[in-house]
Structure formats: structure tokens, C-alpha cells
């Protein structure tokens, strides 16, 4: 396997994997990702992605087709996991949705609550009927809520984002979402306010239900908790508190090889706007292209199953986010 991209020794992932007797292959595809926009209405302290109302990066209509030929000629891609920046504000979210509940697969959709009520930052569309449409599509919602609490919502995402995430989460509840006999899957994710691990993802789940439905008469299905990484905003922000290397080292201190087994990039692939092929959506955030093509990017318009799963899969320092404690990923804790 090839050398990590991280700069000192100490934080040196591919190192540690293999001090530990793990060789970190590729097992599948069962899962596409795709950021298919970085224009979002929110400017969260956290985003790895820089996602802001300023941003332009859009998917096209080519390669969103592409991507649903993808899925069509390749019956073990399960799920299509939408994101962004707000995935909904692309012109290609609801074709993607269709033609993919159309193949059958699952689609899981990254939805941050506030747009239904915030809309197009840039072209004023409304978005109120978003939990509708994604009853009728039968659509996986996965939503981040930072806390069941304002003060610590709001200090991560913004002033508001509390209120208007908890009148979402009604909204989504009211058509079927969360509720047992329903079928409509809505998940939380929680990720910390600061520079520190996520507290036992089970342990969360069971307080977050709890207050929700007391305070709100809220339900969901799960949550997932998930580490800061520190790439981008957040770590920008780390280091101007001058606590990245503490940080680096709580992560690195909290290695857990049992984690690092079940990273998701394993067992995925990732594209961004553009169409470039990437081992996950942190790779993408940092421009690390997939082994072999750091020249000439590797696209969904040439991409190939069989030599994807031959890959070497590219590490860093911030791999160390995704196996810290339990674990860390898009669908929560891995041990």
C-alpha cells in the first residue's frame, strides 16, 4: 500500500493501520455518494465541505444521467446517498431521486431541516414541499440535528437553526416520517460542538428521543453520531483556537483497530459535482483523487467496477476522524 499524504510521523494513519496488522482494501460498491451541489443556505462552523449561499458548484444534467446508468448497469449499487452542500438546491436532485427509485435502489438523502423553510438562497425557489415529495419517493431522510438543545444547535449553525429544524422535524413527522408503522425512515446525526468525541452513539439516541418527544412530541428512527473531522472549516477553526494538535492527538490516542476494519471508504464510492471519482467525501473535500489518477481525475463517465474495487485506497491524517472510539461514518458509529 502507498504512503500516507499526512505530514508528520506522528499522525502517519496508513502506519498505524499496519502496526496494527490491517490491510484496508476495497471489499465493494454498495453505496454511491454523490455531493451534487455546495450551495447551501447554511454556513456551518463544522462544514468540511465550505458549502455557503455564495457557492455555484452545481451537477449537470450529463453527468447526473451518467450517474443513474451507473446505477442501472450495476445491480450490487444499492443505495444512492445524496448530499452537499444542500442536495436538494441542484436542478438534478429530483431526476436523480426519481430515476433511482425507479431502479429500485435506496436513496438516502442528507436533508439539514432548515431548507423547507429558508429555500434557494440564490434564486428565492421555495422548498416547503420537500417532505412530501419525499414521502412519495419513499426516500431515506437523514438530518442533522447538533443538539436537542437551542443553545448548542444554534452555536454551530446558526441563530434560528434550532427553531426552524425542530418545526422540520414536525413537518416530516406529519407526513409519516419517524413513525413506526410508517415505513419512512428518518435518522439523526449528531455531531460535538467542539473538539472533543462523540459521547456512545446509543447513549445519545435514547437522550435524544427522549427529550424530543417530551419537549416537542417529536419521533425518529436513529441517530448517528459522528466525528468532527478535521479538515477544512473545522480544522481552520482548530487551529486558530491553537488546539489542533490536541485534537489530533485525542484522535490518534483513540485509534480503534476494530473501527478502522469497517471505514466506509471500504465500501463505497464517492463523486462530486464534476463527475471525479473519489474513495469518500472527505478525499473529495481535499482534492485527493483516487490512486493512479492524481493527474487526470478518474470521472462516473469512465468509470469501471472491476478496476475500482483494485484501487489502492488513499489515506491521511484525518483518516484518524473515522476510527477514533467507535467509529466514525455517514451512517454513525462503525464498532
Known sequence: MRKTDSQPETYDFLAKAEACGLALTPRSISTL??????????????????SSPQRTEHLSGETAAQILAVLKSNPEIQTLDLTGGAPELSAEFSG???GARALDRTVMVRHNLTVQFDGNPQTGESMTDLPEFF???????????????????????GSGVFDKSIE??????????GRDDSGLILNLV????GAFLPAPQDELEADFKRELAEKFDIEFNALFAITNMPIHRFRDDLARRGTLSSYMDKLVGAFNPTAAEGIMCRDMMNIAH???????????????????????????????????????????EHCFGCTAGSGSSCGGEVA
Open 33 to 50: 455518494q454523490v455531493n451534487v451541489t455546495k450551495l447551501c443556505n447554511q454556513a456551518c462552523r463544522h462544514c468540511h465541505v465550505d
Open 96 to 98: 436523480l431521486v426519481r
Open 135 to 157: 414521502a412519495d419517493q419513499r426516500v431515506v431522510v437523514i438530518s442533522s440535528l447538533p443538539y436537542y438543545q437551542e443553545y448548542f444547535t444554534d452555536r454551530q449553525r
Open 168 to 177: 422540520g422535524l414536525k413537518r416530516l413527522n406529519e407526513v409519516g416520517y
Open 190 to 193: 449528531y455531531n460535538p460542538a
Open 274 to 316: 464534476d463527475g471525479t471519482v473519489y474513495d469518500c467525501d472527505f478525499n473529495q473535500m481535499l482534492g485527493l483523487n483516487t490512486e493512479g489518477h492524481e493527474k487526470t481525475a478518474l470521472t462516473i463517465h469512465d468509470f469501471e467496477p472491476a478496476d475500482f474495487l483494485k484501487r489502492t485506497i488513499r489515506f491521511g
